[in-house]
């Protein structure tokens, strides 16, 4: 990977999100403001254009714009070898968004169910807009109580892939008493009870990460009900950016490797920190943040002595 603070953007095939749309200026913003640099793959997906970026995603591809079957491999090549993958469906799943990244996807145990999610007793303003509550303890969930699901697909997920190099797992699911959902079953839409039905989906995958999530609407700055200011979910999204992006290679790089992080910062000390950058007083953002907590660290140890003497 050329940059470890990368992040590319699917534009071949019709894709719902793209950086350019003031649906997602929230979400934007906050990789901008992160620090990372976002790019974009045009014309076709290819291992050589893939290795510009240390994170990936394809947001919703539409209109029948299918991943070809060398994309695909190139998609493969580039997880197994290190990268990481951000794979986006919508509501319907594959045949709604008339898109086929389940053909994708299930390389890495994952599929997405043509259907939509419901729930009659959790929801935000209507059943359509799931309140996602029943978690696994992992990174991406830390910190989160709630998410809202708003009018998403749900996932399959196939641990028989799993060896020593490929462990996929579901991290999120719909409540185990009121959630339905109506599914496509080939002729027509059919409607049925569900219990905790996966609904965000990660692998490791080689030296690699997915998570899959079918639900666009969590990245949207246009309702403070469902979208990426609803309840926790701009914590998840911080999160999976996060874990996507460390990667150790080796139990040796575990120890020098820095783990990025992306965190909100407060406006005032933000805009001060900016300001000396702006006058060069400090070269860049993870400067003073590593100084900031060299100092609260060693301070500590100071006082913990102190208090050992007493």
């Not at 933000?270 to 943040?289: F, Q, T």
């Amino acid at each position: 990977m050329l940059n470890e603070k990368a992040i590319g953007f699917d534009y071949s095939h019709n894709n719902k999100l793209v950086i350019e749309n003031e649906t997602f200026t929230d979400f934007i913003q906050y990789l901008f403001n992160s620090d990372f640099q976002l790019g974009k793959i045009e014309a076709g997906i290819s291992y050589e254009k893939l290795n510009k970026y240390n994170i990936f995603i394809i947001g919703v591809p539409t209109t029948d714009s299918n991943l070809n079957p060398d994309e695909i491999e190139a998609l493969v090549k580039y997880v197994n070898d290190g990268g990481s993958l951000l794979l986006l469906n919508d509501k319907g799943g594959d045949y709604d968004n008339k898109n086929n990244l389940s053909e994708l996807t299930k390389h890495f145990g994952i599929t997405f169910n043509s259907d939509r999610l419901f729930d009659d007793k959790n929801f935000s303003k209507k059943s359509s807009h799931p309140i996602i509550k029943d978690f696994k303890k992992h990174f991406i969930t830390k910190e989160i109580a709630e998410i809202i699901h708003s009018s998403g697909c749900t996932l399959n997920i196939d641990k028989s892939i799993e060896n020593e190099k490929i462990d996929v797992k579901a991290i999120a699911f719909s409540s185990e008493e009121s959630s339905r959902h109506k599914y496509f079953d080939g002729n027509d839409w059919v409607e049925e009870p569900v219990q905790k039905i996966p609904v965000i989906g990660i692998t490791h995958f080689g030296l690699g990460k997915v998570v899959a999530l079918g639900n666009l609407s969590l990245f949207s700055s246009l309702q403070q009900s469902y979208g990426i200011n609803a309840a926790d979910n701009f914590k998840l999204v911080s999160n999976l950016i996060s874990w996507l992006l460390n990667k150790a290679q080796s139990t040796e790089e575990q120890t020098y490797k820095p783990i990025y992080m992306t965190i909100p910062i407060e406006q005032d000390l933000y805009y001060w920190i900016k300001e000396m950058l702006d006058e060069g007083r400090w070269s860049n953002m993870d400067d003073v943040i590593n100084f900031a907590l060299r100092v609260i660290k060693i301070r500590i140890k100071e006082v913990e002595k102190n208090k050992e003497e007493e």
